[in-house]
């Protein structure tokens, strides 16, 4: 009778096992990195694949929430096939549908973007769910313009650890109800800076992190680079402070 392996070497044979598995099915990496050191150090490596993220943006926001979503969508893998955009009709209406030419000035090719649009809420999320499970999608981003209980967000979180993509979902107003999110943010617009002939510069988001499963929150100011597909934390001068003039305030 031979002797039982040891439980060390039996959950060694078991690793290397699932790692070939994933690597054969060509699974994304666990995380999704920014690019950004302080940024994925406090996400432990990135935003965690197979696990929701929320964002929300005040009203006026909300295209640079959209936007801040379809850049983590970019940054997917080339051999990632497929990232779905789910949409409400109200909420089409309300701020309005994704624009091709604008997803390839993104850095996101149309071609890997599907969209579906639904008549409710509750469909979004149900089509969230079942899009999640989906091994096929790297990353399934829905727009939400209603509340979204914890049910519902475990339900998302339960999904997207089955199959494995980045989850967004994306709020069009700020919330502090519970969530089952890894993370929650909120977005902003930032200045940019004029690039070299004066002209607008690379778009800028402000970035909250508000809620970190994995580590301490934080607020950053990036720029987004959509030829390299790549984020930088956006560094502007800072005026320099008023110099002395005494003979001014003499004379006052």
Same mark, same amino acid.
């Given at each position: 009778m031979l002797p039982a392996e040891p439980m060390e070497q039996h959950l060694a044979r078991?690793?290397?096992?699932?790692?070939?598995? %994933?690597? +054969? &099915? !060509?699974?994304?990496?666990? %995380?999704? +990195? &920014? !690019?950004?050191?302080?940024?994925?150090? +406090? &996400? !432990?490596?990135?935003?965690?694949?197979? +696990? &929701?993220?929320?964002?929300?943006a005040a009203p006026m926001h909300l295209g640079t929430a959209a936007g801040f979503a379809l850049t983590l969508a970019a940054r997917a893998p080339e051999k990632a096939k497929q990232a779905l955009w789910i949409a409400t009709d109200f909420g089409s209406q309300e701020t309005g549908a994704l624009y091709g030419p604008g997803l390839d000035l993104i850095g996101l090719d149309s071609s890997r973007l599907l969209v579906a649009r639904v008549a409710r809420p509750v469909d979004a999320l149900f089509a969230m769910e079942e899009a999640l499970k989906c091994r096929a999608l790297s990353t399934v981003i829905a727009e939400i313009n209603n509340e979204v209980d914890l049910t519902a967000t475990r339900r998302l979180s339960l999904a997207a650890r089955a199959g494995g993509a980045l989850g967004v979902l994306l709020r069009h107003m700020p919330s502090g109800s519970p969530s089952a999110a890894r993370?929650?943010?909120?977005?902003?617009?930032?200045?940019?800076?004029?690039d070299e002939l004066g002209g607008l510069g690379r778009t800028a988001f402000r970035l909250s992190l508000v809620r970190n499963r994995r580590g301490p929150c934080g607020t950053w100011t990036l720029t987004w680079d959509h030829h390299e597909r790549v984020f930088s934390a956006l560094s502007v001068g800072v005026a320099a402070e008023a110099p002395d003039r005494p003979d001014q305030a003499l004379s006052a």
């Amino acid at each position: 009778m031979l002797p039982a392996e040891p439980m060390e070497q039996h959950l060694a044979r078991l690793r290397r096992a699932i790692a070939q598995t %994933s690597e +054969a &099915l !060509g699974d994304e990496p666990c %995380s999704r +990195a &920014l !690019g950004v050191p302080d940024i994925d150090a +406090a &996400l !432990g490596g990135g935003l965690a694949c197979a +696990a &929701l993220h929320d964002l929300s943006a005040a009203p006026m926001h909300l295209g640079t929430a959209a936007g801040f979503a379809l850049t983590l969508a970019a940054r997917a893998p080339e051999k990632a096939k497929q990232a779905l955009w789910i949409a409400t009709d109200f909420g089409s209406q309300e701020t309005g549908a994704l624009y091709g030419p604008g997803l390839d000035l993104i850095g996101l090719d149309s071609s890997r973007l599907l969209v579906a649009r639904v008549a409710r809420p509750v469909d979004a999320l149900f089509a969230m769910e079942e899009a999640l499970k989906c091994r096929a999608l790297s990353t399934v981003i829905a727009e939400i313009n209603n509340e979204v209980d914890l049910t519902a967000t475990r339900r998302l979180s339960l999904a997207a650890r089955a199959g494995g993509a980045l989850g967004v979902l994306l709020r069009h107003m700020p919330s502090g109800s519970p969530s089952a999110a890894r993370t929650r943010w909120d977005v902003a617009a930032a200045p940019s800076v004029p690039d070299e002939l004066g002209g607008l510069g690379r778009t800028a988001f402000r970035l909250s992190l508000v809620r970190n499963r994995r580590g301490p929150c934080g607020t950053w100011t990036l720029t987004w680079d959509h030829h390299e597909r790549v984020f930088s934390a956006l560094s502007v001068g800072v005026a320099a402070e008023a110099p002395d003039r005494p003979d001014q305030a003499l004379s006052a």
